[in-house]
Structures are given as structure tokens and as C-alpha cells.
């Protein structure tokens, strides 16, 4: 009887798992689909503004990319906690969780232009803090 009951919560969690994963996919797939539909129905109806509705597809899609991400990690968390605890998954579970967080920076960095660590209106490179008036630095 226990190992019954063992057997169906083991399948409900896999179950739960595999729910969060789909859900991820579901995620980044509609941002791709839906972003890029209303990028080309931007495209048609102003091409004076193509490099603007580029930068907001970037950063709707970056965005979406970031969500699936962290929903891919709890997945991954419950599958290593629960159905595979060895030495090996957790090594996945870390090596993902560093890809996340390098793709999390990257993208930051390319949706507004600075790093996370740094405030909204530091520059991310020193040539950044010329002044454009003077020629020089500031």
C-alpha cells in the first residue's frame, strides 16, 4: 500500500514537472509568435519606425526568454529534489542555473543598457560618460 501511494506521488510530481516545463515552452513560443506579428504588422503599416518596433520585439521577446527561463529552473528544482536526487542532476541543475543567470545578464544588459548591478542611469562603458558638448570628460 505504501509503495502504491510512493508510486502516485512520484508520477504526480513527474506530472507537475513536465506541466511547468510545457508551460515554459508555451511562454516562449507565444512571445516569438504573438511579438512577432505585431512586429510585422508595425513593419507594414510604418517602416519609419522599424528600428523602434525592432527594440521593443527585442525586449518583449528578451522578456519572455527570461520568464521561461526561471519557470525552466523550478521545473529542473522539483525533478532534482524530488525524482532524481544524485550528484549528477544537481551538477545539471547548477550548470543550468549558471546558464540562466548569464543569459539573465546578457539579455538585461541588451534591454536597457547597463548591467544589473548598476543603477538605471550608469553607462555601461567608460566612453559613455564623455560629455557630448564639451568633447572631454566630465
Do not use: C
Not at 510530481?13 to 516569438?32: C, Y
Not at 521593443?56 to 521561461?68: K, M
Not at 529534489?81 to 545539471?92: I, N, T
Not at 550608469?122 to 570628460?137: D, F, H, K, N, W
Amino acid at each position: 500500500m505504501v509503495e502504491q501511494a510512493e508510486h502516485v506521488i512520484f508520477d504526480l510530481v513527474e506530472l507537475t514537472a513536465l506541466m511547468i516545463e510545457l508551460l515554459a515552452v508555451v511562454i516562449i513560443a507565444s512571445a516569438v509568435v504573438l511579438g512577432m506579428v505585431r512586429y510585422l504588422g508595425h513593419f507594414a503599416s510604418a517602416r519609419n519606425l522599424v528600428d523602434q518596433r525592432f527594440a521593443a520585439y527585442r525586449v518583449v521577446l528578451g522578456r519572455a526568454l527570461l520568464l521561461g527561463l526561471e519557470i525552466l529552473v523550478a521545473a529542473d528544482i522539483i525533478k532534482t529534489v524530488v525524482l532524481e536526487p544524485s550528484v549528477q542532476s544537481v551538477a545539471v541543475l547548477g550548470l543550468l542555473v549558471l546558464i540562466r543567470i548569464f543569459l539573465g545578464w546578457s539579455l538585461i544588459v541588451e534591454m536597457e543598457g547597463h548591467w544589473p548591478w548598476q543603477g538605471h542611469g550608469q553607462p555601461t562603458r567608460p566612453e559613455e560618460e564623455l560629455a557630448p558638448e564639451s568633447g572631454g570628460i566630465v
